[in-house]
């Protein structure tokens, strides 16, 4: 079985932090990246961020640059985001989401999300003014 599973949203402060998790379950890729998903009500889906599985390369869309990080801990099976000096506008439901690769240093990607086939069920984050 495939599966990803969110963790760690809540509510914060302008300018606060959270950390959110994402626990992977896999048996049958060798490799595999994970991105970062937001979606706020009435909004399209959008990237937040990205990262391969040797973590030799991340991506952020340029809203969060420099405020969120992704990491990841292969041994464990977990990769988190990091998100410092929230806004309101980071206010939304988060989704983890797994892509397959062919090698472990292969590219990620956070537009568009059509090779991310395997989806959390997401965690809400909402920040006040």
């Known amino acids: 079985q495939l599966q990803v599973v969110e963790s760690g949203g809540g509510l914060a402060q302008s300018g606060g932090s959270l950390r959110l998790s994402c626990a992977v379950s896999t048996f049958t890729l060798d490799y595999y990246a994970i991105g970062w998903f937001r979606q706020a009500p009435g909004k399209e889906r959008e990237g937040v961020a990205c990262?391969?599985?040797?973590?030799?390369?991340?991506n952020y869309a340029d809203s969060v640059k420099g405020r969120f990080t992704t990491s990841r801990d292969n041994a464990k099976n977990t990769v988190s985001l990091q998100m410092n000096s929230l806004k309101p506008e980071d206010t939304a439901v988060y989704y983890c989401?797994?892509?397959?690769?062919?090698?472990?240093?292969?590219?990620?990607?956070?537009?568009?999300?059509?090779?991310?086939?395997?989806w959390g069920q997401g965690t809400q984050v909402t920040v006040s003014s």
């Open positions: 989401a797994l892509k397959a690769l062919r090698k472990p240093y292969d590219y990620c990607s956070v537009y568009g999300s059509d090779e991310y086939r395997v």
């Open positions: 990262i391969n599985y040797d973590s030799s390369q991340t």
